[in-house]
């Protein structure tokens, strides 16, 4: 049913996040449905129940403190991310950027929302921008402040509904644009946080050029070489992997298969987490989570890079 298809979908990205912070890969797409960027902290919407990218971000500060004080979360999706601006606006540890078409929904994303300390960009497209508009403003407006804020480690918001075959939006973004804009945030990780990237799937509609898009965005991620001795001799000494203390777990998707009804609904209430599967107090207690030594990584969909 739903609650399991978006437990596993925020498992899974526990997963990549374990697996790129403790070096295993460098970069990880996350295939995952239902999506998450629009899940705020006391409520599902448009489509998506928890808000997988920003458990992900919480859970790699919370398990890493030492490695991954400050990360960036990248959102491309036509639709806003106001899930993941929400758990960023107020949380100078964290950075937002959002390029999306308006006035569309959730009707969020003004660029006078800034966040506490200037850590939200929000770069609003209308809907007869071209590709070459999208292009600069992530090149030109975003990416030079995420250099500037110095992530620990980046993550991307992939949605791909920006796609002129997609049927919910009415911009032009190809496949190709996707792959550029993908490119130019690897090659940003490789200078500012060791080339860690976890990317996550959001958006999509239309299959066909769904799948164009994906395969685009994960060529990019692979095709980046990893970063030089010389990128990694200009970061801080601190940043170096650490290995996850044994108290804490994440679940896997073979692990939250396996769990019946009672189970499921038994592990929410641990999280702080009503049973009806709304997203209450996840980010702030997601270190209270056991990790068991069985737990590996290849039961995970996730592409690492």
């Not at 990780?189 to 990317?199: F, H």
């Not at 641990?270 to 702030?284: C, E, F, H, N, Y």
Request: charged fraction near 20%; include cysteine.
């Amino acid at each position: 049913g739903t609650e399991d298809s978006a437990l596993r979908a925020a498992g899974v990205t526990l997963q990549a996040v374990e697996d790129v912070v403790e070096g295993r890969v460098k970069r990880a797409f996350v295939m995952v449905r239902p999506p998450g960027h629009h899940a705020e902290s006391k409520t599902a919407m448009g489509f998506c129940v928890f808000n997988n990218i920003l458990i992900g971000l919480a859970h790699a500060q919370a398990k890493y403190p030492n490695s991954i004080r400050k990360a960036a979360l990248l959102d491309f999706d036509v639709h806003h991310g106001n899930g993941g601006q929400e758990g960023c606006y107020n949380d100078p540890t964290r950075f937002f950027a959002s390029t999306h078409q308006a006035p569309l929904f959730p009707w969020k994303g003004l660029s006078r929302e800034t966040g506490v300390d200037l850590n939200v960009i929000n770069v609003p497209l209308p809907k007869d921008s071209t590709p070459k508009e999208f292009r600069d403003a992530w090149e030109n407006e975003i990416i030079p402040k995420v250099k500037d804020f110095g992530p620990d480690i980046i993550f991307i918001s992939a949605g791909f509904d920006a796609h002129p075959d997609d049927p919910l939006a009415s911009l032009s973004i190809s496949e190709e644009d996707f792959a550029y804009v993908t490119q130019k945030i690897a090659l940003l990780a490789n200078e500012v946080s060791r080339g860690c990237v976890v990317s996550v799937l959001e958006g999509g509609y239309d299959p066909e050029a769904l799948g164009r898009c994906v395969e685009a965005h994960v060529r990019s991620l692979a095709s980046v070489p990893e970063p030089t001795q010389e990128h990694l001799s200009r970061l801080p000494s601190s940043l170096s992997t650490e290995t996850a203390p044994a108290s804490q777990m994440m679940f896997s998707t073979e692990q939250l298969a396996a769990m019946d009804k009672s189970a499921l609904r038994s592990e929410l209430l641990q999280l702080g987490l009503p049973t009806s599967g709304r997203l209450d107090a996840l980010r702030d207690r997601l270190a209270q989570i056991r990790r068991p030594s069985s737990s590996t990584s290849s039961s995970s969909p996730s592409v690492g890079t």
